[in-house]
């Protein structure tokens, strides 16, 4: 088996490698939005890698983390390709290309696609943690854990997803609030979804030795997700542009579910 340093250098080197691939795609293309499509298979990517770098890991263990990270990537990237094609560059990338003007193309690719890189990276140590040890050699309590929260956090944001796809479907909602279904108990259930994956899959990782440290994957998916790049992004203007948004926000929780305030 390769060693630690080895391992985490070569898994790092090959994301970025791939990232900087999709930036001068995006450069040709002018569209810097493929790189949130590219979010979740690279993910599954990364779990096939270290797969193949971890041939004395349980094996059982290594094809249970493969599968799972492989089904929410796909998902999730599949989701997002439907949802994007045919349409302009998102409205954050957007924004970006017209404030840093000519210094677009370096920027985004260092603020934008290579951080993007390092972070999915960091996220992924709970997969590579759980593939790499030899022991124990079969599953147990802690993966099977994992599974239930990995399989209760997929169901989550599968469905707030959908629910959202439905709405927007729909001509009569153009312009309206979203707070139906479980849009009606959190403002963000596809990121709480998100989240919940993740801290299934370190469970998954704890069960093997010093597994536990990874948990900086988890931790930084959540910060992600409810403090930069997630709900606050995504909010900052949003108010402006779905009028009752910011009565939706005064009565639903922005990440964690709970029955919404009464008015």
């Not at 944001?157 to 629910?163: A, C, M, N, S």
């Not at 990121?191 to 469970?203: E, K, N, Q």
């Not at 440290?213 to 988890?218: A, D, R, Y």
């Not at 402006?240 to 919404?260: C, H, M």
Request: with cysteine; proline share 5%.
């Amino acid at each position: 088996m390769l060693s630690l340093l080895t391992h985490y250098t070569t898994t790092l080197a090959v994301t970025a490698g791939i990232f900087l691939v999709l930036w001068i795609v995006s450069l040709r293309i002018r569209n810097a939005s493929i790189v949130d499509i590219w979010w979740g298979p690279g993910f599954a990517l990364i779990a096939l890698l270290t797969f193949a770098l971890t041939p004395e890991g349980a094996l059982s263990r290594r094809q249970l983390v493969l599968i799972l990270t492989t089904i929410w990537g796909l998902r999730l990237g599949t989701h997002l390709l439907v949802r994007n094609t045919g349409r302009e560059e998102d409205f954050r990338y957007a924004a970006m290309r017209r404030a840093w003007g000519h210094g677009f193309a370096a920027k985004s690719l260092t603020r934008v696609f290579l951080l993007q890189a390092v972070l999915m990276w960091l996220v992924s140590f709970p997969v590579q943690a759980a593939m790499r040890s030899a022991t124990p050699a079969t599953l147990g309590f802690f993966d099977y854990t994992g599974v239930l929260v990995f399989a209760f956090g997929l169901f989550f944001e599968t469905i707030g997803d959908l629910q959202l796809s439905r709405f927007k479907a729909d001509p009569a909602n153009a312009g309206r609030v979203m707070d139906r279904g479980l849009w009606r108990f959190t403002r963000h259930p596809n990121y709480f979804g998100d989240a919940c994956v993740w801290w299934g899959l370190w469970l998954i990782a704890v069960s093997v030795p010093g597994g536990f440290w990874s948990i900086v994957g988890p931790i930084a998916m959540t910060v992600l997700l409810t403090s930069v790049s997630g709900v606050p992004m995504l909010e900052r203007t949003i108010g402006e542009r779905r009028p009752g948004y910011d009565e939706y926000v005064r009565r639903t929780s922005a990440f964690l579910p709970r029955p919404p305030r009464a008015a």
